[in-house]
């Protein structure tokens, strides 16, 4: 069975910085595409930064703030979040599709979820 597995979150004061990591078991994320997506309360889930066909896009959002990147020896993702701000404060999930059709930061185009992580930015 398919598992992703996100960890890393957690509270961090404005500013601050967090790793997120996403594991896979099942499948080789080499092979996918794999998105990063958060929904904050009461909003709708959104797509934050992705990887596919080795090309890399992230929502205007957090473009010079996070970064993606994958590491194959360990068959994970990460998301790197630098200058986190409370807007930033989040359930951030990762995903994973071996087909994606034409939007990497559509939720839609994916087909493997992990559970979330939370993000808290707070002073």
């Known amino acids: 069975q398919v598992q992703l597995v996100e960890s890393g979150g957690g509270l961090v004061q404005p500013g601050g910085s967090l790793r997120l990591s996403c594991a896979a078991s099942e499948i080789t994320l080499n092979f996918h595409d794999v998105g990063w997506f958060r929904q904050a309360p009461g909003k709708a889930r959104e797509g934050v930064s992705c990887v596919s066909d080795g090309s890399i896009y992230s929502a205007n959002s957090v473009k010079g703030r996070f970064t993606i990147s994958r590491d194959i020896a360990n068959n994970t993702v990460y998301l790197e979040m630098n200058n986190l701000q409370p807007e930033d404060t989040a359930v951030y999930y990762c995903?994973?599709?071996?087909?994606?059709?034409?939007?990497?930061?559509?939720?839609?185009?994916?087909?493997?979820w992990g559970q979330g992580t939370q993000v808290t930015v707070s002073s």
């Open positions: 995903a994973a599709t071996l087909y994606l059709d034409t939007d990497c930061l559509e939720e839609s185009e994916y087909d493997y």
